[in-house]
């Protein structure tokens, strides 16, 4: 069984900054690949962010330049550093964390205002 727990949502005005943490734990025998998506009302789930055990990244177009992600494979944790938020970045973030199962968080919503 595997927890996966994000934090660090909230409200922001346009132009702030937020810091996600995204922290797994339980059964875990290695994890490959960890990832932030998002999910806005009315909208399909979408890519954000990955990044792989080895600390290779890949981004989405729309955060490229914006978001930074990171991970400290000692914590199983992963990191999305979220800067010049844009009223298009309301959602709700979602961890994904991938072993030989991809395991999700239940979500922390992120508004920003204009």
């Known amino acids: 069984q595997v927890q996966v727990v994000e934090s660090g949502g909230g409200l922001v005005q346009a132009g702030g900054s937020l810091r996600l943490s995204c922290a797994a734990s339980?059964?875990?025998?290695?994890?490959?690949?960890m990832a932030w998506y998002r999910q806005a009302p009315g909208k399909q789930r979408e890519f954000v962010a990955r990044?792989?055990?080895?600390?290779?990244?890949t981004y989405a177009g729309s955060v490229k330049g914006r978001f930074t992600i990171s991970r400290d494979n000692a914590k199983n944790t992963v990191y999305l550093q979220m800067n010049s938020l844009k009223p298009e970045d309301t959602a709700v973030y979602y961890c994904?964390?991938?072993?030989?199962?991809?395991?999700w968080g239940q979500g922390t919503q992120v508004t920003v205002s204009s």
């Open positions: 994904q964390v991938a072993t030989q199962t991809a395991y």
């Open positions: 990044i792989t055990i080895g600390g290779e990244t």
């Open positions: 339980g059964s875990i025998f290695s994890i490959n690949v």
